[in-house]
């Protein structure tokens, strides 16, 4: 449930969409210098088969995010009086008469041990929340070998008057989520471990100004945030599971169950993906049956004259965006965007029915922005047991003969989650260079909605399995690239389904690139201690308690699982600070599967066999679940993983796979 308290006094409930607990939404800025503990970025001498190769793309990849660094920055917070946003030294501020923002909140102000306590650099900006009349920010700092976050509330003052622009008032351990009430009033969740559970209120006006507790959800499988409706008039706590999804309404006068009513009820074949409230209208993203999004639109006076518009064929990824002070009041604000093309703004008016592209900063190339070059496609395949599953595919025009292309197939296929689609200037990079992109949305993702999500959780986990094997069989079938030239990518949970692959097919791909991998989903699920354990049994099963549990996961767990045959080449990239992931759990892996590989290739006496995979295991200092917090080793290591944030291939990602899969280095531009 969810608890909803209006600014004004007003009291309702809402039943909200679930929350997937394995996954949270990474920092939006970061910062890094460098670990603080003795650990070997490299843990595999074989990295260095790659480093001459890995300069090649790094040099590729900052042209890359070069080339794309101009076009409008729609992570600006916009208030009243001034526009606020993230760089490498803070936050920053300017009013809307200023071309130069001042330097509002300095990280050497917030990081341990005050500026000389050389931690500087290891503390990112996460997420900002500014107080309605921007009397107050609030802001929480994250390191990069921890996952829970500090909150550092601050009074602002004006530049004119004051030589400091802000004073720190309080700094908040272990906050998660948090908003503003009004201007003294700050709510916000704690992290406990990797949950959160209470809400506290923080009142800037008492004399104490010590937080209260206002709210606790006690259940191990609830994951509690605190969040804020788009026109700041509701606060919301939600208290969210991963088994329901409904949007209703109430009247505030008499919030009680009765009073409740259906606004929408999406037809079997399209899936509910967000909601927003519009002025009278309520504004649903929906997930077509050709694959594809759109807006359905319900007026909540008369629900039954709604109607729906489609979004552009190539728009994989929709998001609200904050109005600012100069957008109409009654329209919504979207980004729009694909792994192909670059983030877009347009302007949704309910009201006229007008979906309207809002024009790009002046100066910017129009190709920058319309990612025409590049081909989408939406097919589907069929599933052993005759499931339709869809893929999303994306080419390059210029591409000749699909079949002789190198293909990356990105795979997820857990808690109900969709396969991040966002832009990322690594995988327009890839398709620049002739590859092929597939983003095969295997059942247990959330993309055609609950039930594509319970049908491949706990016992039905093998049918994500399942689906992934037919989108390799069925791309090669039509003709799109060949085992050879084939590789996977995938992070987190997205590896159960990619290892449980590797050891019944390993024949049909050559590579495959995991990042902080979810292999031993066994030992971990038997062992209650470990973080997430408890919480995850809703969706991999109770091996402790239930004996079908237990042979399920046993029948697909990738450690468990391996036997000695010639497996692709893997590229393992795992974190030290991981509490999410074990790393003794992907140490054993790489390790075993070497010792697989090898038995195997000893057993044929020098016979005349294919060449042996690499298995290199690339271990990071810090940088917990989520992947390094430094731009130069995003550029190095793994690139941008979801949960929030964009996914996409690293420097040493490319000069591995361009290795293993036998492929001629792309020639320096003249």
Avoid at 435 to 445: D, M
Wanted: net charge neutral.
């Amino acid at each position: 449930m969810s608890a909803l308290f209006s600014r004004f006094g007003s009291f309702a409930r809402l039943r909200l969409r679930p929350f997937g607990l394995c996954r949270t939404t990474p920092p939006a800025a970061y910062l890094y210098t460098g670990p603080s503990k003795p650990i070997p970025r490299c843990s595999n001498p074989d990295l260095k088969k790659y480093k001459n190769l890995q300069k090649n793309f790094k040099r590729r990849l900052r042209a890359s995010y070069s080339k794309f660094a101009d076009l409008q920055d729609e992570s600006l917070i916009c208030g009243r009086d001034y526009v606020y946003s993230v760089g490498c030294e803070g936050i920053y501020r300017r009013d809307w008469r200023q071309k130069e923002a001042e330097l509002l909140l300095d990280l050497e102000q917030c990081c341990p041990g005050g500026k000389d306590g050389g931690e500087r650099g290891e503390w990112a900006v996460q997420r900002v929340r500014v107080s309605p009349s921007e009397r107050h920010l609030a802001a929480t700092m994250k390191s990069s070998h921890r996952e829970q976050a500090r909150c550092v509330v601050v009074k602002q003052a004006d530049a004119a008057t004051q030589k400091d622009l802000s004073k720190i008032l309080f700094t908040l351990p272990n906050v998660f989520s948090f908003e503003w009430a009004n201007d003294e009033v700050l709510f916000y969740t704690t992290q406990e471990g990797l949950r959160c559970s209470r809400v506290f209120r923080l009142d800037l006006n008492s004399p104490a100004a010590i937080p209260r507790p206002v709210f606790e959800d006690t259940q191990p499988d609830v994951f509690v945030e605190v969040a804020l409706s788009r026109d700041g008039r509701i606060l919301t706590i939600n208290s969210s599971s991963k088994t329901d999804s409904e949007v209703l309404k109430a009247p505030l006068s008499g919030p009680s169950l009765g009073s409740w009513v259906p606004v929408y009820t999406p037809c079997p074949e399209v899936t509910l993906k967000d909601m927003e409230v519009v002025g009278e209208h309520c504004v649903l993203t929906t997930r077509e049956p050709s694959g594809g999004l759109a807006l359905t639109v319900v007026p909540l006076a008369s629900p039954l004259g709604g109607f729906s518009l489609p979004l552009p064929l190539w728009a994989c990824s929709c998001e609200s965006r904050i109005p600012g002070p100069a957008d109409p009041r009654h329209a919504l604000q979207l980004l729009l965007s694909s792994p192909a093309h670059p983030q877009e703004h347009f302007s949704f008016q309910p009201m006229d029915r007008l979906l309207l592209s809002r024009p790009e900063r002046e100066g910017t190339p129009p190709e920058r922005g319309r990612g025409g070059e590049h081909v989408t496609k939406r097919l589907e395949v069929q599933s052993q047991d005759g499931t339709r599953v869809p893929v999303t595919l994306f080419h390059s025009v210029a591409a000749g003969c699909l079949q002789r292309a190198p293909l990356l197939l990105h795979v997820y296929g857990a808690y109900g989650r969709d396969l991040n689609m966002h832009f990322s200037p690594e995988s327009r990079l890839l398709l620049d260079l002739g590859w092929v992109l597939a983003y095969c949305h295997i059942r247990g993702g959330g993309e055609l909605g609950l039930s594509w999500h319970r049908q491949a959780r706990m016992k039905g986990k093998r049918a994500g399995v399942e689906d992934l094997r037919a989108c390799l069989l069925q791309l090669h079938a039509r003709g799109i690239s060949s085992p050879s030239r084939s590789a996977i990518n995938a992070s987190s949970a997205g590896a159960v389904p990619v290892g449980a692959l590797c050891n019944t097919d390993p024949h049909l791909v050559r590579a495959v690139t995991l990042q902080a991998p979810f292999v031993d989903v066994l030992g971990t699920m038997m062992d209650g201690s470990r973080p997430l354990t408890v919480e995850e049994r809703e969706e991999w099963g109770d091996p402790t308690a239930d004996p079908q549990h237990r042979l399920a996961i046993a029948s697909y767990c990738p450690l468990h699982n391996i036997t000695p045959q010639c497996y692709p080449s893997m590229l393992l990239t795992a974190y030290s600070e991981d509490g999410r992931v074990s790393l003794d759990g992907v140490v054993q892996y790489a390790e075993r599967v070497q010792q697989a590989v090898h038995t195997h290739f000893t057993a044929l006496h020098g016979a005349e066999c294919e060449r042996a995979p690499r298995v290199v295991l690339n271990v990071q200092p810090g940088a917990d679940h989520f992947g390094p917090n430094h731009f130069d080793l995003v550029l190095e290591e793994t690139g941008r993983r979801s949960g929030g944030a964009r996914t996409g291939e690293s420097a040493l990602q490319m000069a591995f796979l361009y290795t293993e899969l036998g492929l001629d280095s792309p020639r320096r531009r003249s």
